[in-house]
């Protein structure tokens, strides 16, 4: 089993950037594909970026360009850098880990990008 909490939302002005950070315990980190997600009020939680295993990363169209998704397996540890924020990207992002048919969650961190 996989605890994940993130930390690093908040309020930005549009074009700033924020880093999630996304802590990992409990199991194997680098076992797990790493990805983030994001929801806004009465919508669908979306994928924003996945990082495959360490392979080659995905990103949704919205945010290709901007985002970047990393991780430190040394750390535990996977991050999201956003940059240029919109606000579209207004949203309580969460930490998600996968790995064959168990996938977690964190408790979701909110960005807000507003001015």
């Known amino acids: 089993q996989v605890q994940l909490v993130e930390s690093g939302g908040g309020l930005v002005q549009p074009g700033g950037s924020l880093r999630l950070s996304c802590a990992a315990t409990g199991s194997t980190f680098s076992a797990y594909a790493m990805g983030w997600y994001r929801q806004c009020p009465g919508k669908q939680r979306e994928l924003v970026a996945t990082?495959?295993?360490?392979?080659?990363?995905t990103y949704t169209d919205s945010v290709k360009g901007r985002f970047t998704i990393s991780r430190d397996n040394a750390k535990n540890t996977v991050y999201l850098q956003m940059n240029s924020l919109k606000p579209e990207d207004t949203a309580v992002y969460y930490c998600n880990a996968r790995r064959l048919v168990f996938s977690y969650w964190g408790q979701g961190t909110q960005v807000t990008v507003s001015s």
């Open positions: 990082d495959n295993s360490g392979g080659s990363p």
